[in-house]
């Protein structure tokens, strides 16, 4: 007689987590043809969806089927579709539109960890097996893209979801002159310089993150408080705040690089100064039951296939703040990420 498994013995969940790359390939085409987009006025059916997307009516919706199955979108009795709360993170206009995220992870990193395998046999990132360093990745700001909007667009739309908590869960009241250091286009310090209306202060970054760091500082109404500084935070930072703040900044490099960073930090900052570093914190002990665990895990397989950094413990960070001439005095959790506070040693 045939054994057949039984439902519990079958391994759902494990084939569940093996199709995760249809689900990424699933939203990163709705939200690449703008599907949302066009949702995000109210129900429509896949006759109109199709029409205004220009794609084949019966393939959209089996489209729409699978949105509907991931809780992205609902369909009425009538056959329309809408978004739930979930989807209508979707569209571009929404106010925390994840959408330029979508774009970024089903586009460039999808395709890059489609080769994950070659750097866990070598230890070194994509760009590093294509020749490219990694210096010169970032100078491009793309991951080896080539698409720096992309990539830009991409990380304020991350930072758009993590500011507002930043600012309302740090006590910056002592702090009145306030640098962020890889700041990119400005989105975390035009939430914080909102929400302190005594704080100045200003984004440093390369040269070509300029023009949208100064737009978005204006659109964000806190030019008069905030500008835009260029340069290298591998050569130096700018001397003169009480307080540096680094978001998602260390986890992308090495221990010595990330070294080289905090010793530039910690030469432009006085006696008093503080560094803040807003970055997810690597449990000693991985929890399968955790999400927050596996999140972080799998970012920092993310940095080992892309910028080459890592995801550290506590532990760690205190051993590179100690290289770059800090201590670390205190962790606060912010939402997803942990504001990491160090004082000058």
């Known amino acids: 007689m045939a054994h057949h498994p039984t439902a519990h013995a079958f391994p759902s969940a494990l084939l569940d987590m093996l199709a995760g790359h249809r689900v990424t390939a699933v939203i990163y085409v709705a939200a690449s043809l703008g599907i949302p987009d066009e949702l995000a006025d109210g129900p429509r059916t896949s006759e109109h969806l199709a029409q205004r997307v220009a794609a084949h009516e019966a393939s959209v919706r089996r489209l729409l089927r699978a949105l509907v199955a991931l809780g992205v979108c609902t369909e009425s009795k009538d056959r329309r579709f809408e978004l739930t709360a979930m989807g209508r993170y979707l569209p571009g ?7 330029p995220f979508v774009l970024f992870e089903g586009q460039f990193l999808r395709q890059m960890w489609g080769a994950l395998i070659d750097s866990i046999r070598t230890g070194k990132t994509a760009p590093e097996l294509a ?9 491009l700001q793309g991951l080896g893209t080539g698409t720096p909007s992309v990539f830009n667009e991409a990380m304020v739309a991350i930072t758009r979801l993590v500011a507002p908590v930043v600012a309302s869960t740090y006590d910056f009241s002592g702090i009145r002159q306030l640098i962020d250091v890889g700041g ?18 200003a984004v440093f970054d390369l040269p070509l993150c300029g023009d949208g760091a100064r737009r978005h500082l204006a659109e964000a109404g806190v030019s008069a408080r905030g500008e835009f500084v260029a340069g290298n935070f591998f050569e130096s930072v700018p001397p003169g705040a009480d307080a540096l703040i680094l978001k998602n900044v260390i986890h992308d490099w090495d221990d010595e690089r990330s070294a080289k960073i905090l010793a530039n930090c910690r030469r432009a900052l006085g006696p008093t100064g503080k560094l803040l570093l807003v970055e997810r914190i690597m449990p000693e002990v991985v ?3 955790r999400a927050d665990h596996r999140a972080v895990v799998l970012a920092d397989l993310n940095m080992l296939r892309g910028p080459g950094g890592s995801e550290r413990t506590e532990r ?7 290289q770059g001439g800090f201590t670390l005095t205190r962790t606060i959790p912010a939402g997803p990420l942990d504001v990491i506070e160090a004082a000058c040693s």
């Open 131 to 139: 020749g490219v360093s990694v210096e010169k990745t970032w100078t």
């Open 93 to 99: 206009s929404a106010p925390q539109s994840l959408k």
């Open 184 to 201: 990119g286009h400005g989105e975390l310090l035009a939430v914080i310089l909102n929400a302190h209306p005594s704080l100045r202060g």
């Open 287 to 289: 929890d399968e039951s």
């Open 316 to 322: 760690e960070f205190q051993d590179v703040l100690t």
